[in-house]
């Protein structure tokens, strides 16, 4: 259940609104299938012990199109041929109101649900004493289980004041509709449309949002209607007025779709659809909102506390939080435990879990990384380049923290650890989001590395997100939050690259290829493919394609390879050429990532040919060339587009700490910015600082420029 839905669980007594667009067709005539599928709703929650009361549209509109009918029979040719009918409304009300509840009478009864109508006009509910005995039958009609059904009598109305929701006026079956929640102190009012709700501009317009919570200070002056309703009077404007109006006086309401067939069972189970109306909604909002705005805007000052630090400082920072993993490790390791067990009770893939177990060692090698990355130059503040532009003036270019790193990560939980320590030696404020799989272990290893912040910096400067519906809330504060860095599936990195503003930095897919080519050593192919598959089949640099030069089937290096996979338990995937070969299943995709005991392998003519199979199926991770012919060697590392490229190494060196960056945030494939594995430099950017002596531009008159590249020193 949405958290926002939550009162519907109190709910007992409901009016539901069908509109003309969902009572009729585009024809005019009656909408049966649509009006069937609301009535079977009626008759389930009915027998579950709702009180119902329907407030029907469409008497009008389906008299109309009787009448035209009716005048089109009984014109003259001479009338035929100026064919402009001006019908009166009164009359067609009369007329279609017979039809409309003729079918709502026999298509209850078939439902074995007895029902009863009402036709009311403004006039009438003036009357205090109309308004008292109406309430007393209706509420005698509901304890019998019987379905009120109740239409505005435009036949006879004499209503003729503009629209007004209050007590005793009304206009249109939207206003009466709220004028029953109200009278009859309904729990929950539901308006069904022909629209799946509220948007931000014109459903017609792709650049237009459903708005699943009205708040009221927020959308009222942001929200451009479209045009009214087909046939009703009332339109989207109608809706709303009454759903704020009902809203404020207590009645939860929800304008949601009358085409679909379950849409008001869906609003009493509490799911999100259509677009909530509540009194307190603005107070649900703006405490979510500023709730993680907080956590962003308490991040970076807690940052600039930490950059104005000396360097060993933030060095023992850093040390400490490796001395306190260490000294927690016991306590780590149960709360890991306990969620690997239960991913496995919950039916996890084996690659997750995988990838979500801290193994032995894995605490101390976390520890042991952090202290490589303290005794690592301090990167901030470092004078990257010095220029004289004239004299007396000079420039220096320095490096500087990003400012709030967001980083939304699945299933690891030492990725956290890296990324803390990452965020602290660059002088970053950090949020982390994990994956709920792991929310023990993340929640353990942030207490262990919080507590070993000081005081006068903050622990919260590393934050942690526990709420996945507060990531919405957080991809939009592009003026808080300097970038995002996501770590999971492709779909988790696409979603965040539609979702928000901020720059985010990631890979999609890890699809790594390693190319045998013919002139390679055998046991050195045989050592690295193995290595690059089995080594941590899960993590995003494991060999996902292996390609084979197609001379190695006639030295029979290529059956010694697949058989060596084969034997570790790989189960192997053929391209074309391979599984007709090789008597293997054909891969469905080149373009997959197994993440696990699996891999595709194909035949290929020569180096450019792996080359091109690389840039058409490959995602520009890391990819490996086994050979002796050096030329070769060149041709594939300058040839091939990818973050890494190696020659006669395994792929899994693509690693921050193999690299001696300490740790990663990630491996990129983007080409601005950062790209591989990013370390610390990769949470840096650039400030320029000019020292000078009073000089003015001043049309660039007496300035007389050098621009001279002076010696690097550190700044005072």
């Known amino acids: 259940m949405d958290p926002s839905r939550a009162f519907v669980t109190n709910v007992k007594r409901l009016i539901v609104k069908v509109g003309t667009a969902v009572v009729t067709r585009g024809d005019g005539r009656l909408a049966v299938g649509r009006l069937g599928a609301l009535c079977e709703q009626l008759k389930e929650l009915n027998s579950q012990g709702y009180e119902i009361v329907l407030v029907t549209s469409g008497a009008v509109g389906i008299g109309l199109q009787r009448l035209r009918y009716r005048k089109l029979v009984n014109s003259s040719l001479a009338e035929l041929q100026n064919a402009q009918f001006e019908l009166d409304g009164k009359a067609c009300a009369a007329v279609g109101q017979s039809s409309l509840m003729a079918l709502y009478d026999t298509l209850f009864s078939q439902l074995d649900v007895t029902s009863s109508q009402y036709l009311v006009t403004d006039t009438e509910f003036r009357d205090t004493s109309f308004r008292k005995q109406l309430s007393e039958t ?3 009609l509901l304890s019998l289980k019987v379905i009120p059904i109740f239409n505005e009598n435009d036949a006879v109305s004499t209503r003729r004041a503009p629209y007004e929701v209050s007590r005793g006026v009304y206009f ?3 206003s009466l509709a709220g004028l029953l929640a109200m009278e009859l102190k309904a729990d929950l009012l539901v308006m069904l449309s022909d629209v799946e709700g509220l948007y931000s501009g014109p459903p017609s317009d792709p650049n237009s949002k459903l708005i699943h919570t009205y708040i009221k200070e927020k959308h009222q002056c942001e929200i451009t209607f479209g045009d ?3 046939l009703g009077r009332g339109g989207m404007t109608a809706k709303v007025n009454v759903a704020v109006c009902a809203a404020y006086a207590g009645i939860p309401s929800v304008i949601t779709s009358g085409y679909a067939t379950d849409s008001i069972i869906k609003v009493l189970q509490g799911k999100c659809v259509g677009t909530l109306f509540h009194r307190d909604a603005h107070l649900w909002t703006l405490v979510k909102e500023l709730g993680v705005r907080e956590m962003a805007v308490t ?4 940052s600039r506390q930490l950059q104005a630090m000396n360097s060993e400082d933030r060095r023992k920072i850093l040390l400490d939080i490796a001395d306190a993993l260490e000294a927690n490790e016991s306590l780590i390791k149960i709360e890991n435990e306990a969620d690997v067990t239960a991913a496995q009770n919950d039916g996890y893939e084996k690659s997750l879990i995988s990838r979500l177990s801290l193994k032995p060692g894995k605490i101390s090698s976390l520890a042991k990384s952090i202290r490589v990355l303290a005794d690592m130059e301090d990167p901030i503040a470092q004078v990257l380049k010095r220029t004289e532009l004239a004299d007396g003036l000079i420039l220096e270019k320095t490096s500087s923290p990003l400012g709030v790193l967001l980083v939304i990560f699945e299933s690891r939980p030492d990725a956290l650890v890296q990324i803390a320590s990452l965020a602290i030696r660059s002088g970053n404020g950090l949020l982390l989001k994990g994956g709920k799989e792991a929310k023990r272990s993340n929640a353990i290893l942030h207490k262990v590395i919080t507590s070993a912040i000081p005081e006068n ?14 990531i919405p809330d957080l991809l939009k504060l592009d003026d808080v939050i300097d970038l995002v860095i996501p770590r999971g599936s492709n779909k988790l990195i696409t979603q965040i690259k539609n979702s928000t503003k901020i720059p985010v930095l990631g890979h999609a897919d890890g699809i790594c290829h390693v190319y045998v080519d013919k002139s390679a050593k055998v046991d050195m192919a045989k050592q690295i493919v193995r290595d690059a598959k089995i080594d941590y089949p899960a993590a995003c640099n494991a060999m996902e394609t292996l390609l084979l030069h197609k001379d190695l089937s006639s030295n029979g290096l290529l059956n010694e390879l697949v058989s060596d996979l084969q034997h570790e338990g790989v189960t192997v995937y053929g391209g074309p050429r391979a599984s007709s070969l090789l008597n293997i299943p054909e891969t469905h995709s080149f373009h997959h990532e197994y993440s696990s005991m699996a891999c595709t392998i194909e035949i290929v003519d020569d180096v450019q040919a792996a080359i091109n199979h690389i840039h058409q199926h490959g995602s520009s991770h890391t990819d490996c060339i086994i050979t002796e012919n050096h030329e070769v060697a060149e041709t594939f590392l300058h040839g091939v587009d990818s973050a890494a490229v190696f020659h006669n190494a395994s792929t899994r060196f693509c690693d921050g ?6 740790a990663e945030v990630g491996i990129s494939t983007s080409r601005i910015h950062a790209r591989g594995p990013v370390g610390v430099e990769g949470l840096l950017t650039n400030r320029w600082i000019l020292r000078g002596s009073g000089q003015v531009v001043n049309g660039d008159k007496g300035v007389i420029y050098t621009h001279k590249d002076l010696p690097l020193q550190t700044p005072l």
């Open 138 to 140: 209706v509420k005698s």
């Open 172 to 174: 249109g079956n939207d």
């Open 228 to 230: 009214k309703s087909r």
């Open 299 to 302: 991040a970076r000052k807690c």
């Open 457 to 470: 910096i903050g622990e919260k400067l590393i934050g942690l997100v526990t709420s996945r519906e507060d």
């Open 657 to 662: 700490a193999r690299f001696g960056l300490g």
